[in-house]
């Protein structure tokens, strides 16, 4: 990444899903990862427990269009999708702006979550989501 984007780690990869069930049998019972649905988000199926990234999770496309454009359809206009990564930086709005500069589209723009996590998003040009973070709750 650039300087201005001064990457820490991969603070999250998981799969976009369209069909819950389908990925839940596939990566729990036929890979054997160990998830396990939120509280507050029955269909989001997680864990912290797997070597080499901080956080996996199966996010389901409509909850990834609600927390980029506010409604749970994707845009038509917008190629859907089919995986999400998250990399932790060192300064988040360093960071947004470097993406601006550079001219990307950014579908969140340096976000606080509920959960305390400050996020910009943008789709990378095959498609992935991908998140600039700063995720306090996971830095030692």
């Not at 797997?50 to 996996?56: A, M, P």
């Not at 506010?70 to 702006?97: L, M, S, Y």
Request: glycine share 8%.
């Amino acid at each position: 990444m650039s300087a201005e984007i001064d990457v820490l780690f991969v603070a999250g990869f998981g799969p976009i899903v369209r069909d819950v069930e389908a990925n839940l049998s596939f990566f729990r019972d036929t890979l054997g990862i160990s998830v396990s649905a939120g509280e507050q988000e029955p269909d989001y199926y997680t864990t912290g427990k797997l070597d080499g990234v901080k956080h996996f999770g199966m996010w389901p496309l409509y909850r990834a269009a609600l927390s980029c454009f506010g409604k749970p359809e994707w845009p038509d206009d917008t190629p859907a999708p089919n995986a999400w990564i998250e990399f932790d930086v060192a300064d988040i709005q360093a960071a947004t702006r470097a993406l601006e500069v550079k001219g990307h589209r950014l579908l969140v723009v340096a976000r606080k979550e509920p959960w305390g996590q400050t996020v910009t998003r943008l789709l990378s040009p095959d498609g992935v989501l991908v998140g600039v973070t700063l995720t306090p709750f996971l830095r030692n």
